[in-house]
């Protein structure tokens, strides 16, 4: 981890707290830190870099999206909305990740508890909704949403919390051309493999009694449990599955 002095007892912490060792300083060079990642502390927030990569959590390039009238175009919105969206309902986003369909679903109206198992995408994010809470523009979206930094199948088997909606995004299997991935997806997979639990992951959600399960799958990708969905919404490149 790299740090400029303002940065320095955020990135102290955040070290302690991963384990991982801090390096301060203004610049990183790159045969230094050739086979290593690195998660850097900025004025722009918190990065992870590998070779060439970057990827950080950020909610701000998403305004548009999230403006209102745009919102009930979204897949997702449309595939996880309930008919009364009264009185805040509870989404549990399962896989988290960088938190970007979740702000979504936040914007949209729910409540979203998201689980994040993997420490270091969990900092990126918790950096993200962070720096989200200080813009005007996102501080009522994000005041709706809450990181749990625990492996979901746990907790959703433990079930001693309700949900309305639960939605998986597990990582899809890996393509075999990996140009055709974008790079924020290159760094992820070399963190997170393909889902191997999908059905552990489907009972685990079933375990809330919720209203409806809504599924992210490559367009053509087989159902992530045995079960057949109620219905799927269907895009150019992506799908969503619904149980109710
Ligand atoms: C494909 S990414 C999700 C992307 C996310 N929908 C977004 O909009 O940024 C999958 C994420 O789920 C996390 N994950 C997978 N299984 C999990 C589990 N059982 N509990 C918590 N997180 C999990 C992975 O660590 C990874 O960050």
Known sequence: MTATAA???RAGLLADELNIDLVAGETISDSEYADCMILRMDNEGLALLRDGMTIRGDFSQM???LNPANL???MLVKAAKLKDMSNNPVLVDATAGLGEDSILLAAA???V???ERDCIIAALLQDALDRAAEDAQL???VERMELVKEDSIAAMNRADFTADVVYLD???PARSKSGLIKKKFQLLQQI???CEEGEILVNAARQLKPKKIVIKRPLKGEYLSAVKPNYSIEGRAIRYDCLI
Do not use: Q, T, V
């Open 139 to 141: 501080i009522s979206i």
């Open 63 to 65: 305004k548009k999206r």
């Open 192 to 194: 997170e493999s393909p």
């Open 170 to 172: 597990p990582m899809f």
């Open 7 to 9: 940065y320095m007892d």
């Open 72 to 74: 009930n175009h979204e």
């Open 113 to 115: 508890k998201m689980f």
């Open 109 to 111: 109206g729910f409540h």
